[in-house]
């Protein structure tokens, strides 16, 4: 290697090399950020982010969703992807924020569950189109008055902003958004990572819903709607004070419109009454909480957040949840599974870090057309969180991992992987702790772990009791085959012997069989209910003391 | 679940719930992308963030680096973190760019390789300190003519912008940069994945850097300067036509000067000479190539690059590498692990993806200091992409992979990760193809794998060696001592029967004994390094079946 010499270079000269880069830029540069990594799941992302605006924009008009999702392969290989909802429409000088601008939108930043958060995807689609193939994305949609309005949709990367050509506005009778994008590099297949996938998962945790697919090959896929009610709006909620840190305090102090910290904290938070507004300002004597929220320093939010931690709270509302609820998460299993058999858990929401509600729905499906698509008798774990499917980073996952710790051997589910089954669950909260970069898999919390192992065991102890009649119904019919085989000819002997009609007794004998097998059934069930709740007592208390001893 | 009725909601409801958030808001809500994890690793990061843009002042600057990383825990918990360089410094009107606004830099998008690339990092721990301690991050820093400025940066972040506090400008006698940043929700230890071991690792594969880290009990460790040869700047280069896509292509035919697109072709590609475009004209007989690039139409790009790729060019330029050298890293290797045996590969370049250079250098150390820090006889392997350390997601890394399926027990390695082992690899080039988002692993491409592959063998090949010597070494030495002691005996009795003097039989007979041994350790390495190159070659023809058959 030459040697380098010492010469000092002047800041001036490294001065004219500084450049501003725009974010658009820095996604075109980093899209394995937003999960364009890979040619398969590239488009699954694709689909995902216009059916998750899509399910979003028709839940905020109160419309049943109708969504049509077609996938086309060009001839020049590109693959063109519509989708249209029925939505409210995006509002006409919003059409370029939406899909042509990062980092603009509705949900950034909202306390309210929804589906979509970062105001990123969409606009991502169009910027990934964009530097694939060079095309805009089209898009036409409702934007009241009867009026609709057709436009092309680019961004200027440079600049991050939307570029808008061909604006066509006209009276038509149609509502809802459609947008067709051409894509390259990437592929469409019916794996576990493609969009197939992607979508029959989505039917199963949104049944309001009705999914039409188009496929390459033109096949179509119809996942019905399930039922006809609209979920409940969940309401936009205050944080509870176990929920923030020093830097949201802050935040929140910044634009808060309250005239002392005190009513500010009284008033903007969840369970923050004016009796704990008295007990934390004996707990931080030296803050004064009758100035202006905007003098708050960052100090005293530090103390502030501190004391909330130590003081004792009701814990927070629920009903800024939006589960599926067990009728409806019912209705749509049963509709898109047929299972021989079907357990759904039922529990109250749950709390994690002490200030954040959560529930998990869970089910498992047996039989029917539960199972893997496209393998015979190949079991699946279905993972949701606020309704969307997590197809990727099983690895990391808290369901994954609730799923792995369960001894499924106890249920007679031991071989589940290899079996007609399907297992299902849902995790719902405003926060919820997503690993690493892709919102593809939440966080192993214990808490979280916990409640899912116990919302799934309880299923599995239902299914196991199933599988167990099954077998024990199977036993039972073969003895009674061999009972029935020579009721003919006892009942013969007894006429003989007794003079009875030989008819009757062959009546009566088949009527104590058929009632001896069915009792033998039903109390050989109680017992084994009473068997597994047992154990997983046990193996409860186990997992608690494995916790402790991880520490 | 109440039902929810169709009220359809106009767009103008929506409309004003439209909002634009800055690049600031996002990644402050979306720590995780950027390596933000877990208290170790964020500390870990900002670090790395600090250090690798003070190497790369230092080696714009030509001067020999000289860090100070020091590390404080203060009374409330939070960390402070200290860096200093010797390099040019910041100039004055860049200081907000460079530590308080996302997205700007020197770095992004040059064809150059860096450590870094993405205008982000120093920033980012800007606001990571100010959203977890709403602290300002002190900098003083030489900007030209004797002159230091010193002040306090934050970010706006509405609008990502920085803010400077505190402004002073004085004359003094410090080149370089120096950084204070406090920062909470961090943790320091000697782990794996601590600031102490990304800095070891840092000094080995920069031996041209004096690297001081003190830590928060306040023991100062020194990673002491291997060589004083500053390291050659990497040229910029021209992209080989192999390496681009259809996107590139239309950028550079956007910003091009050229006048026509023949001959932005022929003077903007590395490689591309004037019988080449006539070639890619015959092959694109109905595009222009005598229109300006800026008339370049995506299609006519998209048929361009693949004109590229069916042409026979000749491989890429390889200068644009800037490898540690074999000289510089084993001075590194000796200087910091001392080890008994240390075998360095020397291979040329290689070319992946049909026109990207790369470079392996691998080497492995056995005894001495080698392996893990703080454990005794464990074996590391140390993971680095342009001199930068790869502490985090091993799994995924295509060194990892390589590691993973050499057979180490033909190189008497089997255990290694029970010995006193080393095992180094740095991959180098100007696009290293990072899987996922946090730039902490390369992708395991099969031309990559393989490079790194044979490159370690070769490396083990003579540590295997060096093991056999070893254990035949202990072996001579038992028989020389058996030899040894009856030479006395045999002495006597030849003197007896020949009468030559004993003292002059006990000395033949000791020289032959050595000679002996010795020769038998020679033969036997000969032998042995044979042996193994004629397992190598099978093992090699092997790998080829399996990657066919895996196709």
């Known amino acids: ?134 095309k805009e994305t089209h898009v036409k949609t409702s934007v009241g008055d009867g009026k609709v309005v057709e436009c092309d949709v680019s961004i200027d990367i440079n600049s991050n902003e939307p570029v808008l050509h061909n604006v066509k506005e006209y009276s038509a009778k149609f509502r809802g958004t459609r947008i067709e994008v051409e894509l390259a590099e990437v592929d469409y297949n019916r794996s576990t990572y493609g969009a197939f996938e992607y979508l029959r998962r989505t039917a199963l945790a949104n049944p309001h819903s009705q999914i039409t697919l188009v496929e390459p090959n033109k096949e179509i896929t119809v996942f019905p709607r399930a039922s006809k009610d609209i979920p409940v709006k969940p309401k936009k909620i205050q944080p509870h004070p176990l929920g923030i840190t020093t830097s949201d305090l802050m935040d929140m102090a910044g634009i808060s419109q309250a005239r002392k910290i005190s009513s500010m904290l009284q008033n903007e938070f969840s369970r923050l009454s004016a009796e704990k507004v008295k007990e934390i300002s004996s707990m931080c004597p030296n803050i004064d909480l009758d100035r202006a929220p905007k003098n708050l320093q960052w100090s005293e939010a530090e103390k502030l957040v501190d004391a909330f931690k130590r003081i004792k709270w009701i814990a927070p509302e629920t009903d800024a949840l939006q589960p599926i609820t067990t009728d409806q998460l019912r209705k749509s299993l049963k509709n898109l599974l047929e299972p021989e058999e079907l357990r759904i858990s039922e529990r109250p929401p749950k709390v994690f870090r002490g200030g954040i509600p959560f529930m998990v729905e869970a089910a498992i499906a047996y039989g029917g057309k539960a199972g893997a698509v496209g393998s015979e008798s190949k079991g699946e774990a279905l993972r949701f969180a606020n309704r969307v499917p997590l197809l990727f980073d099983a690895g990391n996952c808290a369901i994954t991992e609730a799923v792995k710790t369960i001894d499924w051997a106890r249920y007679d589910l031991k071989d589940w992987e290899n079996m007609p089954v399907s297992i299902f669950v849902n995790f719902t909260s405003v926060y919820v702790p997503y690993t690493g970069t892709g919102k593809l898999a939440i966080a192993a919390e214990e808490e979280i772990v916990t409640e899912i192992r116990n919302a799934l065991m309880e299923c599995a102890r239902g299914i196991s009791t199933y599988i167990r009649t099954l077998k024990r119904a199977a036993d039972q019919e073969e003895r009674k085959k061999i009972f029935f085989k020579y009721i003919t000819e006892v009942a013969q002997c007894l006429d003989e012997i007794t003079g009875t009609d030989r008819k009757q007794i062959e009546e009566k004998l088949r009527k104590i069989a058929v009632e001896k097998t069915s009792i033998l059934v039903s109390a050989d069930e109680e017992e084994a209910e009473k068997d597994l709740a047992e154990l997983e007592k046990a193996a409860e208390k186990e997992m608690v003391e494995d916790g402790e001893s991880e520490e």
Not at 30 to 53: C, D, F, I, P
Not at 69 to 85: C, R
Not at 109 to 119: D, W
């Open 1 to 134: 290697m030459a040697k380098g010499k010492e010469v000092v270079v002047s800041p001036d000269d490294l001065s004219k090399e500084f450049k501003e880069y725009s974010v658009a830029e820095f996604f075109k540069r980093n899209r394995q950020m937003l999960g364009y990594t890979g040619k398969v799941r590239s488009l699954t992302t694709v689909a995902h982010e216009y059916v998750t605006n899509a399910l979003d924009a028709c839940e905020d008009s109160n419309v049943l969703p109708e969504l049509l999702v077609e996938i086309q392969v060009l001839e020049n290989g590109h693959v063109k992807l519509i989708t249209e909802d029925n939505g409210t429409g995006i509002p006409k000088q919003n059409i370029g924020q939406a899909l042509g601008k990062l980092l603009a939108g509705t949900k950034f930043m909202q306390r309210q569950q929804k589906r979509g958060q970062q105001g990123i995807g969409a606009a991502y689609a169009t910027l990934f189109s964009q530097i694939t193939t060079g």
